[in-house]
């Protein structure tokens, strides 16, 4: 299986366990993709994926970006398969895994299946930080609420007078 490709879905319960999540690895899009083309200049990318040409470049530039094809005058043409690669990218980052991790999964990616222990290592010790700042921001949440709920019962108890 490719880095581009999602997972495989399970549905219902197997051996006690609970039925698996869906995994949906791409996000839907407010710019779809024109159907039967596969290939997009960077302001299509760029319209596509809500980055900047400056910011693709300058992907491809540190190596997160797999080599993207030109055209005979040099113009980037960009893939299905190249916006694929971006939309992982994009789910990275909002998971807030620093761009040098990202780099480094993307090289590991382009060396081959010889590399699948360490990418899962690298994403296992990703997916642990991720748990760890939700179960932060869910605490903050709780603290949020109960704030909430305090001014609130305050403004209802002081509307009835």
Partial sequence: MTVTQSEPVTSGATAGRLPARPRKCAPTSTHPRPAGRDRYTISEVAAHTGLSAHTLRWYERIGLMPHVDRTHTGQ?????????????????????????????Y??????????????????????????????????TLDVLD????????????SERF
């Fill in 76 to 104: 980037r043409r960009f893939t299905n398969r190249d916006l694929d690669w971006l939309s992982l990218v994009g789910r990275l980052r909002l998971t807030g895994m620093p761009v040098a991790d990202m780099v480094r």
């Fill in 106 to 139: 993307a090289e590991l990616v382009r060396a081959g299946e010889c590399t699948f222990a360490e990418r899962e290592e690298l994403l296992t010790a990703h997916r642990e930080d991720v748990r760890q700042r939700i179960a932060e921001l869910q605490s």
């Fill in 146 to 157: 109960h704030k909430i709920d305090i001014y609130a019962d305050a403004r209802r108890a």
